[in-house]
């Protein structure tokens, strides 16, 4: 076997890889990272072959002029982040609501005023396809410059078909052009636009269904179907409706849920078997047992709560005691989360939701790929999956979290190549 590619000398290599790196690593055993020492990483192809000690490794392994050697002497190695909730396709920002929010203005004060989500679907129904792409890439860079190789991407600011579809194809678009993987999710349901407001919510839940939903999975433009699924937006019923319809065509299920009042919603998607289900500050107990008793990943977003002051975090510690799957995602959007930087999360998740600095590596990596049905392909240093990679100008994992909005990304290697070097 030919390799190409040979990472030596870490301080710390972080692999998941205890339980064969294709498991989600449920409660305390978010804790069981994997840690190597002087470690290294073989990459043949676009894929991991071996992984061990150095010296050991170098031992074992035939290699010739022709492999390239990534010395990372004094640094850690761990896999490529994996941000699984994100909006990065939109166009305009609203800034000027965040100064209204400094100012005391309530969320439905500032929607009063043409602000929220409606405005930046305004903005959006007017952008091209091809707008929308150039204004991603600048988002998706930023990511990548902060160690994420896989986005989760959503639709959500068209709410029309031709809106939507715009959206997702630009995601496809930037999936196959940029340095990071992107996982497509449709997410029509994020609010009732405005020409259905005031009594014709109803019909369009039947837009979506009959529609919008039918059509997207026939043109295999998203992978996921999300809903907004909270008070004011979509109930629990519209819910339900909009997902089941979404499993007749094969689409997998996510959930924006629990974050403003404990609706249910958790519930819900555990009972219809959501892959993740993403917010959760005011889940109920009845939904922290039945989420942690499931395969469905809590992806809690700290950097919203933290944006909009809500003095109210996810209650990650609970759910972490009761055994479930936790991840960690930006929820980069104009509105609630303008931010791609994960690592920063990981030191929010660490400040103020009392995660530790091993459970926090485990949310952004191992099971955030679990959040996005990749499980099986990123998210571990494992043989026989994918090379992303990403190395970081520190000795210690714990430092990554310690050193609170500080980009120590060195090297990003993307498909068993350098996509990103300092």
Same mark, same amino acid.
């Given at each position: 076997?030919?390799?190409?590619?040979?990472?030596?000398? !870490? $301080?710390?290599?972080?692999?998941?890889? @205890?339980?064969?790196?294709?498991?989600?690593?449920?409660?305390?055993?978010?804790?069981?990272?994997?840690?190597? =020492?002087?470690?290294?990483?073989?990459?043949?192809?676009?894929? /991991?072959?071996?992984?061990?000690?150095?010296?050991?490794?170098?031992?074992?392994?035939?290699?010739?002029?022709?492999?390239?050697?990534? @010395?990372?002497?004094?640094?850690?190695?761990?896999?490529?982040?994996? @941000?699984?909730?994100?909006?990065?396709?939109?166009?305009?920002?609203?800034?000027?609501?965040?100064?209204?929010?400094?100012?005391?203005?309530?969320?439905?004060?500032?929607?009063?005023?043409?602000? &929220?989500?409606?405005?930046?679907?305004? +903005?959006?129904?007017? %952008?091209?396809?091809?707008?929308?792409?150039?204004?991603?890439?600048?988002?998706?860079?930023?990511?990548?410059?902060?160690?994420?190789?896989?986005?989760?991407?959503?639709?959500?600011?068209?709410?029309?078909?031709?809106?939507?579809?715009?959206?997702?194809?630009?995601?496809?678009?930037?999936?196959?052009?940029?340095?990071?993987?992107?996982?497509?999710?449709?997410?029509?349901?994020?609010?009732?636009?405005?020409?259905? *407001?005031?009594?014709?919510?109803?019909?369009?839940?039947?837009?979506?269904?009959? $529609?919008?939903?039918?059509?997207?999975?026939?043109?295999?433009?998203?992978?996921?179907?999300?809903?907004?699924?909270?008070?004011?937006?979509?109930?629990?019923?519209?819910? +339900? +409706?909009?997902?089941?319809?979404?499993?007749?065509? @094969?689409?997998?299920?996510?959930?924006?849920?629990?974050?403003? $009042?404990?609706?249910?919603?958790?519930?819900?998607?555990?009972?219809?078997?959501?892959?993740?289900?993403?917010?959760?500050?005011?889940?109920?107990?009845?939904?922290? =047992?039945?989420?942690?008793?499931?395969?469905?990943?809590?992806?809690?977003?700290?950097?919203?709560?933290?944006?909009?002051?809500?003095?109210?975090?996810?209650?990650?510690?609970?759910?972490? $005691? %009761?055994?479930?799957?936790?991840?960690?995602?930006?929820?980069?959007?104009? &509105?609630?989360?303008?931010?791609?930087?994960?690592?920063?999360?990981?030191?929010? %998740?660490? !400040?103020?939701?009392?995660?530790?600095?091993?459970?926090?590596?485990?949310?952004?990596? /191992?099971? %955030?790929?679990?959040?996005?049905?990749?499980?099986?392909? /990123?998210?571990?240093?494992?043989? &026989?999956?994918?090379?992303?990679?990403? /190395?970081?100008?520190?000795?210690?994992? *714990?430092?990554?979290?310690?050193?609170?909005?500080?980009?120590?990304?060195?090297?990003?290697?993307?498909?068993? *190549?350098? !996509?990103? *070097?300092?």
């Amino acid at each position: 076997m030919k390799i190409n590619t040979l990472i030596v000398g !870490a $301080e710390q290599l972080l692999t998941f890889d @205890d339980f064969g790196g294709r498991v989600p690593l449920h409660g305390h055993k978010m804790n069981e990272i994997g840690i190597v =020492e002087k470690g290294a990483v073989a990459i043949s192809g676009n894929d /991991i072959v071996a992984y061990g000690e150095t010296h050991d490794l170098l031992s074992e392994l035939e290699i010739d002029g022709e492999t390239k050697i990534i @010395d990372a002497k004094g640094k850690l190695v761990t896999p490529g982040l994996v @941000d699984s909730h994100t909006h990065p396709v939109f166009s305009g920002t609203r800034e000027a609501e965040f100064a209204m929010r400094i100012r005391g203005k309530s969320y439905m004060e500032i929607a009063a005023a043409g602000g &929220g989500i409606l405005n930046t679907a305004r +903005r959006t129904r007017s %952008a091209s396809r091809e707008q929308m792409a150039s204004d991603a890439s600048r988002y998706l860079a930023w990511m990548l410059g902060s160690g994420t190789t896989t986005a989760e991407a959503k639709s959500g600011y068209g709410l029309s078909l031709e809106s939507e579809m715009a959206m997702l194809q630009a995601i496809k678009y930037l999936g196959q052009t940029e340095k990071i993987d992107l996982v497509p999710t449709f997410l029509g349901a994020h609010e009732f636009p405005e020409e259905f *407001r005031g009594g014709g919510e109803d019909d369009y839940i039947a837009v979506l269904c009959d $529609e919008m939903i039918p059509k997207i999975a026939e043109s295999e433009l998203a992978k996921f179907c999300d809903v907004f699924c909270e008070a004011g937006v979509f109930s629990l019923d519209q819910t +339900r +409706r909009i997902c089941e319809r979404a499993k007749e065509f @094969d689409l997998g299920i996510k959930l924006h849920a629990d974050e403003i $009042e404990p609706m249910g919603g958790t519930e819900l998607g555990v009972e219809l078997g959501a892959v993740s289900i993403d917010h959760m500050v005011e889940v109920s107990q009845l939904g922290i =047992e039945r989420i942690a008793n499931s395969n469905t990943v809590a992806t809690l977003l700290p950097g919203t709560s933290m944006f909009l002051n809500k003095g109210k975090f996810a209650p990650a510690r609970d759910l972490i $005691e %009761a055994g479930a799957i936790v991840a960690l995602a930006t929820d980069f959007n104009p &509105g609630s989360s303008p931010t791609t930087n994960l690592p920063l999360i990981m030191s929010l %998740a660490c !400040a103020s939701m009392r995660m530790t600095p091993e459970e926090v590596w485990s949310a952004a990596t /191992i099971n %955030a790929a679990f959040a996005v049905g990749l499980g099986d392909k /990123i998210g571990s240093i494992s043989p &026989g999956k994918q090379a992303d990679l990403t /190395i970081w100008d520190v000795p210690d994992y *714990r430092q990554v979290p310690y050193f609170y909005g500080v980009n120590l990304m060195n090297t990003v290697v993307k498909n068993g *190549r350098i !996509a990103l *070097r300092k």
